[in-house]
């Protein structure tokens, strides 16, 4: 899955899911370039995932992806769960509102880069759960293969029953 929203023309994918084949998912449509959603049905509970993307130091986009994931996470009801100093308080503010943890491993770089100082690495790509899918994890981690891009590809597994594919009804 990629953004809903679109732009005219060509220009790069920075969000996107890859959900399994055999697993019942449904796209959330979200106003955004840079976020990606979806609602994967399991047999006994619903799950809401997002990619997101903000542009490094750009406060206003950090403030509209949180609006965006909160008007998301609020319009699905009851089945959802809901080192730059002082950057991360919103992000850390929104988590704390709808209980959602970390689970990429702390010190985990997601993103390189170059500048005038040299090489730069850092944890900037989150991956966020809420709290009744913790149990459930399996693997969160950088995804073992390279796809040219200065972003690392995360990998995350969770152990959740998946509905019986053969008995659909």
Same mark, same amino acid.
């Given at each position: @899955? ?13 969000? @996107? ?31 809401? @995932?997002?990619?997101? *993307? !903000? ?39 929104? @988590? ?23 090489? *730069? ?16 994890? !399996? ?31």
């Amino acid at each position: @899955m990629v953004p809903s929203a679109w732009r005219e023309g060509r220009w790069a994918i920075r969000s @996107m899911l890859w959900i399994n084949k055999d697993v019942e998912a449904e796209q959330v449509l979200i106003e955004s370039l840079d976020l990606t959603a979806a609602v994967i049905r399991l047999p006994e509970r619903l799950i809401f @995932m997002a990619s997101v *993307y !903000v542009e490094h130091g750009d406060a206003q986009a950090l403030r509209d992806t949180c609006n965006h994931l909160r008007k998301a996470i609020t319009k699905g009801g009851d089945d959802v769960s809901l080192d730059r100093q002082g950057e991360a308080d919103l992000i850390i503010n929104f @988590m704390n509102e709808f209980t959602l943890t970390s689970l990429l491993k702390r010190g985990t770089k997601t993103w390189q880069g170059r500048g005038q100082g040299g090489d *730069y690495k850092s944890t900037i790509d989150l991956i966020l759960a809420s709290e009744n899918l913790i149990d459930s994890i !399996v693997k969160c981690a950088i995804h073992g293969t390279e796809h040219s891009s200065d972003h690392r590809a995360i990998e995350t597994v969770f152990d959740v029953p998946r509905p019986d594919m053969n008995h659909r009804e």
